[in-house]
Nanobody
Framework: VQLVESGGGSVQSGGSLRLSCEAS????????MGWFRQAVGKEFEVVAA???????YYADSVKGRFAVSRDSAKNTMALQMNNLKPNDTAKYYC?????????????????WGQGTLVTVSS
């Protein structure tokens, strides 16, 4: 296993959670990494991403509420999720790719984590 997520759980609407993704392969520390999610009955979608230079991407639905960060020394990526809403309920996956555009489109992904469940109740 090359990417391992943690930090999922259950929270009430308006609450916060912090997800973490640990990369076991050094090369992922240099390239783009991001977060995806899939809710029951909905399409797989990109949530946020960050490249090796710190450039970020956020889906419109999470702008202003979620923040992605990376710690190169620890080979980790985090997703701070604030003001969570019931429609944020999904299984969240971290991913790594060779290019930011590919990552955002969800194509040519080098590795996926196993996913962590986030449940937001109203």
């Amino acid at each position: 296993v090359q990417l391992v997520e943690s930090g999922g759980g259950s929270v009430q609407s308006g609450g916060s959670l912090r997800l973490s993704c640990e990369a076991s392969k050094y090369r992922y520390n240099r390239g783009p990494m991001g977060w995806f999610r899939q809710a029951v009955g909905k399409e797989f979608e990109v949530v946020a991403a960050m490249d090796g230079d710190g450039k970020t991407y956020y889906a419109d639905s999470v702008k202003g509420r979620f923040a992605v960060s990376r710690d190169s020394a620890k080979n980790t990526m985090a997703l701070q999720m604030n003001n969570l809403k019931p429609n944020d309920t999904a299984k969240y996956y971290c991913a790594a790719a060779q290019g930011m555009d590919w990552l955002i489109q969800g194509i040519f992904i080098d590795a996926w984590g196993q996913g962590t469940l986030v449940t937001v109740s109203s």
